[in-house]
C-alpha cells in the first residue's frame, strides 16, 4: 500500500491540482487528507487561485481513494458538497503492526495527545510545518505540512507512507526527508 498525504489545501485549486499531479506521479494508492480542504479560515490569507468550487470538481472524480478527517476550517455545509466522507474527528489505520492515528491537529496533536499505545504514530497537519519526531513511548509524530499555504519557510509539500517508511517531499517531487518506523 502507497499512501499519499496531504493536509490544508484551504482552496486553492492551483495547489491542489499540483498535489493530483503529486499523487499521479507517486502512483499511490489512496489519498490522506488531514482536514482544511475548502475554506482558508481567518487567520490565513487567501492561498493562490482559491476557487473551493474548482476543488470539490478536482477531487470528487477520486472519491473512492479519498480518506479524509475533519480539519478546524471543515463544516457540516463542505460535507453537503464533497462526495467523501470529510467529518470524522480522527481515523486510524494500520501500517506494518504499527497503528497511525490521523486527525487535523486542532484537537488532538503533541500538547494534547489522543491515547496512544507504545510505538503508535500521530499524524497531524493543521500546522502548515512539515515534522518527524518521536516522543512519548517510542511514538512517532508525522506532520506533512501544508499544500497551499506552508508556514515558517517550508515547502509546499506531502508525504508518502509505504510499508515501513515515510517520506516528505515538495510538490514536485523532491525528497527533503526520510523517516523509517
Known amino acids: 500500500?502507497?499512501?499519499?498525504?496531504?493536509?490544508?489545501?484551504?482552496?486553492?485549486?492551483?495547489?491542489?491540482?499540483k498535489a493530483l499531479d503529486a499523487f499521479n506521479r507517486e502512483k499511490a494508492d489512496r489519498i490522506i487528507i488531514l482536514g482544511d480542504i475548502l475554506y482558508h479560515g481567518p487567520r490565513n490569507d487567501l492561498p493562490e487561485k482559491y476557487a473551493p468550487k474548482?476543488?470539490?470538481?478536482?477531487?470528487?472524480?477520486?472519491?473512492?481513494k479519498i480518506f479524509c478527517v475533519r480539519g478546524n476550517c471543515d463544516t457540516e455545509v463542505d460535507q453537503m458538497v464533497l462526495p467523501f466522507p470529510v467529518l470524522a474527528d480522527y481515523a486510524v489505520f494500520n501500517i506494518s503492526n504499527r497503528l497511525f492515528y490521523a486527525t487535523h491537529g486542532h484537537s488532538f496533536n503533541m500538547s494534547s495527545p489522543p491515547p496512544l499505545c507504545k510505538g503508535d504514530i500521530l499524524l497531524h497537519g493543521h500546522t502548515h510545518i512539515p515534522a518527524w519526531k518521536a516522543f512519548g513511548n517510542s511514538n512517532m509524530y508525522f506532520n506533512p505540512g501544508s499544500v497551499s499555504i506552508p508556514k515558517?519557510?517550508?515547502?509546499?509539500?506531502?508525504?508518502?507512507?509505504?510499508?515501513n517508511t515515510a517520506e516528505w517531499k515538495t510538490l514536485d517531487g523532491k525528497i527533503y526527508h526520510t523517516e523509517l518506523f
Not at 493536509?7 to 491540482?17: N, P, V
Not at 474548482?54 to 473512492?64: N, T
Request: hydrophobic residues 40%.
Open 54 to 64: 474548482e476543488v470539490i470538481s478536482l477531487l470528487s472524480p477520486l472519491r473512492d
Open 152 to 163: 515558517e519557510d517550508s515547502p509546499h509539500s506531502y508525504m508518502i507512507i509505504t510499508e
Open 1 to 17: 500500500m502507497r499512501l499519499f498525504v496531504i493536509s490544508d489545501i484551504h482552496g486553492s485549486a492551483l495547489y491542489c491540482q
